[in-house]
């Protein structure tokens, strides 16, 4: 009997792979993100309630749904799927690029909540006090509001590592290109004997989550310090 | 020169008020809802008042007419805030070279040596590594001033900043506003509704009643004004005597105090001779007699003539004394007043006991160590 952490080849893919993709998913996701959580916590506009429900739309939907939706737009035959790789070589389907993407939707409404969350818990009177002190706006946003929401982009991140549904449907399962941990789990339980290695997985899992969290917080106070370049 | 006119609306509040001031410590005082903060954020620039214009120096930072309004950090006036909301993220060093980043592009920036200097102005030296949350009440407010102060403000606005400590940290923040106002050059608006706070650090008050300016002036003339007594606060309204160190008397722990209108011997104050000193003299601690008095326990004895005869609340009547040009003011019964046929232009003394004398209502340059004030050092 091996070992329980002998890890295979295949099985440290399936780690650097879910890693990677969950970076670039929070990555891409992060602008897009801020933004709609600005608008939703401090704007007022006509049509709040609407955009609202769309950015939480991943998160009541069907996974399979949304992967099916992801694999109609973006994949090969897909309109923008299409236009991507025709006009920007950026393919999607059965690509680590479409399973970034799918993580990117679907932990699209919980990077904004927990963004929006920590723009609430932001003291508005501490923004004022900056702008005093001679700050410009996009300053104040980087050293006074930004450390309050890293911590909302770090639990992005881990929650994107855990992407299921979506991913296998719009990207497969391709050990090497789109195999996460959580599709490499799933298909390790399939095959007879696959316990332990899957057992192995759950726990670089629950490590990875439990290290995101433990690592949000001296990073609040270490990226306010660069942002203020002391 | 500061000048402000302005009106705004918030609500039912209606804010018109109009006042200059010509540098030192201009204090606005008022109860709360008088008007003070918005008047102060429309200062800073926070609010954008409905109508009205300000200009400090030779600029304008708001004129509605001409639509001028400069924003809050373009205008380069430090800001205490009451909460001091200092950055929790931050240390107190990064809190306090904050406002420093942001001014280092303008010219009179960056003099060598100024962190130090406001580090050791303010005491905060030991504090810097740490966090707002480890901080005591009154040393965060120290901090929140270096931090203004370090911006390179053109004038410094503090918003009671005391309101939130208790006593002791009061009196340990206040030897350090004095000598902000003293050291310094750069004008301060310092808004309170406190009596003690105020007559111990303006130079210049202006009255705030229910959005309005009631009055404004040099603190002593506006102290020793009867008729404003209802709204600087009765019980604690007295007049403020400008005077000099003159005497230590070790024996008895006393020392003496020369003012126009005459000595004032009050519990030992350890500053050198020849200091200025502001003394408050509440109203209430005045005894009138209508001869040189003798066989009395009470050391300070000040001649002058009855000036003005207030109205009379109840049974009581406040009174304003001219001593030799200087105004003291006694609260007595109107009893009194009749019985000693109390009128003015008559020939009067003034009885004030020594121990009416606290660290409320003493106050002078800062003292010889940082952190004590005048009461806890007689012993």
């Known amino acids: 009997m091996t070992p329980l952490f002998a890890f295979t080849p295949d099985e440290l893919t399936a780690i650097r792979l879910s890693l990677w993709v969950a970076f670039w998913a929070m990555l891409a996701s992060l602008p897009v993100g801020i933004a709609a959580a600005l608008v939703l916590a401090r704007g007022r506009f006509w049509g709040k309630a609407l955009l609202d429900a769309t950015v939480h739309l991943p998160l009541v939907m069907p996974p399979v749904v949304t992967g099916y939706l992801l694999l109609l737009l973006f994949g090969r035959n897909g309109p923008l799927g299409r236009f991507l790789a025709e006009s920007f070589g950026i393919v999607f389907a059965f690509r680590w690029t479409g399973a970034a993407l799918a993580c990117a939707v679907m932990g699209f409404p919980l990077m904004v909540r927990s963004i929006r969350l920590s723009l609430d818990a932001v003291d508005r009177r501490l923004e004022a006090a900056a702008g005093t002190l001679g700050a410009s706006a996009p300053w104040i946003f980087a050293t006074i509001t930004l450390p309050g929401i890293l911590a909302g982009m770090i639990l992005a991140f881990a929650r994107a590592l855990g992407e299921f549904g979506a991913t296998i449907t719009f990207v497969s399962n391709i050990p090497g290109e789109t195999q996460t941990i959580p599709t490499a789990i799933y298909m390790l339980l399939q095959e007879p004997g696959g316990d332990l290695a899957a057992l192995r997985l759950t726990l670089v899992s629950i490590a990875i989550s439990l290290a995101a969290l433990i690592a949000a917080e001296p990073l609040m106070a270490r990226a306010a310090r660069r942002a203020l370049g002391l | ?312 609340d109840g049974p009581i009547v406040e009174i304003r004394l001219d001593c030799a040009g200087e105004a003291l003011v006694a609260r007595l019964t109107r009893r009194s007043v009749e019985s000693l046929g109390l009128e003015p232009g008559r020939q009067v003394y003034a009885v004030i006991k020594s121990i009416a004398f606290d660290h409320h209502s003493i106050a002078g340059a800062a003292p010889a160590a940082p952190g004590a004030d005048a009461e806890t050092r007689h012993g």
Do not use: C
Request: aromatic share 4%; glycine share 10%; proline share 5%.
């Open chain 2, 1 to 312: 020169m500061l000048s402000v006119a302005v009106e705004h609306r918030l609500g039912d509040f209606r804010l018109d008020a109009a006042f200059d001031s010509t540098g030192g410590l201009t204090a606005l005082f008022g109860r709360s809802g008088a008007g003070k903060t918005s008047l102060v954020n429309a200062i800073a620039g926070l609010i954008r008042p409905d109508r009205g214009r300000i200009t400090l120096e030779d600029t304008t930072l708001t004129d509605t007419e001409r639509g001028v309004f400069v924003p809050a950090r373009r205008r380069h006036i430090g800001y205490v805030f009451q909460e001091g909301r200092l950055f929790p993220h931050l240390t107190v060093r990064q809190n306090l070279l904050y406002g420093r980043w942001f001014a280092r592009e303008r010219r009179d920036a960056a003099r060598p040596g100024e962190v130090e200097h406001v580090v050791d102005l303010l005491g905060i030296g030991d504090l810097l590594a740490r966090r707002p949350a480890n901080l005591s009440g009154g040393e965060k407010q120290r901090v929140a001033i270096g931090r203004a102060l370090l911006a390179h403000p053109r004038l410094l606005v503090m918003d009671e900043p005391l309101a939130s400590l208790d006593e002791a940290r009061k009196a340990e923040i206040l030897p350090y506003v004095e000598r902000l106002r003293d050291d310094t050059r750069i004008p301060i608006v310092y808004v309170s509704h406190q009596v003690a706070e105020v007559a111990r650090l303006a130079t210049t008050l202006v009255v705030l009643s229910e959005g309005r300016v009631a009055a404004a002036g040099p603190t002593a003339a506006i102290m020793g004004r009867i008729d404003l007594f209802p709204l600087t606060g009765r019980a604690e309204a007295g007049a403020i005597l400008s005077t000099r160190v003159a005497e230590h008397d070790v024996r008895f722990g006393l020392t003496t105090l020369r003012a126009a209108a005459g000595d004032l011997r009050v519990p030992y104050i350890d500053l050198r001779l020849g200091a200025p000193m502001r003394v408050r003299i509440r109203a209430r601690d005045v005894m009138i007699a209508v001869e040189p008095p003798h066989g009395l326990s009470a050391l300070n004895v000040l001649p002058g003539t009855v000036a003005e005869i207030g109205h009379a």
